[in-house]
């Protein structure tokens, strides 16, 4: 069974910085892509960005230049820093392994960890 625990989430202040991290059940990590995605109450989750097992990375428009997803095989852990955030980022956010082709999420998902951007 694999496992996400996310963490790192909290209160920051437009503008300011926040890094989530997901750490992943030993063993399955470096076999696959990764993403994070985000999810506020009443809309579904989406995908924020992706890291393929070789360390390329996508994002989609709307955290371009701003969010930087990265991985460390060594330690099972995928990390997700957060710049220039603004009340529109406020969500609940998850990590999941991904399958290449179809994009979709592999595993059932973690507890997340909330991040508010609120002055």
């Known amino acids: 069974q694999v496992e996400f625990v996310e963490s790192g989430g909290g209160l920051v202040q437009p503008g300011g910085s926040l890094r989530v991290s997901c750490t992943v059940s030993p063993g399955i990590f470096s076999q696959y892509d990764m993403g994070w995605y985000r999810q506020v109450p009443g809309s579904t989750r989406s995908l924020v960005a992706t890291?393929?097992?070789?360390?390329?990375?996508n994002y989609v428009p709307s955290v371009k230049g701003r969010f930087t997803i990265s991985r460390d095989n060594a330690k099972n852990t995928v990390h997700l820093q957060m710049n220039s955030l603004n009340p529109e980022d406020t969500a609940a956010y998850y990590c999941?392994?991904?399958?290449?082709?179809?994009?979709?999420?592999?595993?059932?998902w973690g507890q997340g960890t909330q991040v508010t951007v609120s002055s």
């Open positions: 999941n392994a991904r399958d290449r082709r179809s994009g979709l999420a592999l595993f059932s």
């Open positions: 890291i393929t097992t070789d360390g390329r990375t």
